[in-house]
C-alpha cells in the first residue's frame, strides 16, 4: 500500500530554521520527492533523495532514512517567499504518490 | 518556449456537460500524468501515459477519460462532469516515473 504523512501547517520566523518531516509506506520505493508549491501555483521541484543521508542545496537541504520511512526538508535563513505548501512524494514502480503537503507560513 | 502548458486555465461548466482539459509539453518526455488537486488531499493521481498510445490508471480514474496519439499532447476528458470533478488539475511530464516531474499551470474547474 502507499502512505505518507506530514504535517498540515508549519509556522516559523524570518531569519529562523524548520525542518518539516515525512513518513512514507511505498510499495516499490525508489527515492523521495520534495516540492514546492506557492499558493495558486504549481508544484516546482526541490529535490530528490535515493540514497540515505542529506543533501544540501543552497538554503534548502533533504534527508532521507530508507530504513526508517522517513524523510526531513531543512529550510535555512527563512525568508517571507518561503511561506508555501511542501510536498512530499515518493515514487513507486511507475508514479510518484504526494503527501498532502504542509502549508508553511513565515511570520516576521 | 519550451515547457508545458494546459489549456484552458480556467472552466466553469455544468453537471452532465462534456469537458476536455488540454496538456501539451515540448520536452518530448516519454511520461505524462493527470492529477487533481483538493483541500485535505493533496495531489492525486487520475492517469498517466508511459508514451503515445500507452496509458494506465491512476488513484482516482473514476469519470475520466485519456488519449495519448501523439507524444507531446496528453487531452483528459470528463465524460460527463459531477459537482465532484470540481478540482484544481493538473498536468506533469517527465522522461521517466522515478525522474523529476515537471507541472503545467494548472486548470481550475468548476462544476455547477
Known amino acids: 500500500g502507499q502512505n505518507i504523512d506530514q504535517p498540515t501547517e508549519m509556522t516559523a520566523t524570518e531569519g529562523a530554521i524548520v525542518q518539516i518531516n515525512c513518513t512514507y509506506q511505498t510499495s516499490g520505493f525508489n527515492g523521495l520527492f520534495w516540492y514546492q508549491q506557492h499558493a495558486g501555483e504549481a508544484p516546482t521541484f526541490l529535490s530528490y533523495?535515493?540514497?540515505?543521508g542529506l543533501e544540501e542545496k543552497g538554503r534548502f537541504s533533504s534527508f532521507l532514512s530508507r530504513s526508517k520511512g522517513y524523510s526531513y526538508l531543512l529550510l535555512k535563513e527563512l525568508q517571507m517567499k518561503d511561506s508555501a505548501s511542501y510536498l512530499c512524494?515518493?515514487?513507486?514502480?511507475?508514479?510518484?504518490?504526494f503527501g498532502t503537503g504542509t502549508r508553511l507560513t513565515v511570520i516576521p | 518556449d519550451a515547457g508545458i502548458t494546459q489549456s484552458p486555465r480556467y472552466k466553469i461548466t455544468e453537471t452532465g456537460r462534456q469537458v476536455t482539459l488540454m496538456c501539451h509539453q515540448t520536452w518530448s518526455h516519454s511520461y505524462m500524468f493527470w492529477y487533481r488537486q483538493d483541500l485535505g488531499h493533496g495531489l492525486r493521481l487520475i492517469y498517466y501515459?508511459?508514451?503515445?498510445?500507452?496509458?494506465d490508471k491512476g488513484e482516482v480514474p473514476d469519470g475520466y477519460v485519456v488519449s495519448r496519439s501523439k507524444t507531446e499532447n496528453f487531452p483528459l476528458t470528463l465524460e460527463s462532469a459531477t459537482r465532484s470533478q470540481t478540482s484544481v488539475y493538473f498536468c506533469a511530464s517527465s522522461g521517466h516515473p522515478r525522474e523529476t516531474q515537471y507541472f503545467g499551470p494548472g486548470t481550475r474547474l468548476l462544476v455547477l
Open positions: 501515459s508511459a508514451a503515445a498510445d500507452i496509458t
Open positions: 533523495n535515493v540514497l540515505d
Open positions: 512524494a515518493s515514487t513507486g514502480a511507475n508514479n510518484l504518490f
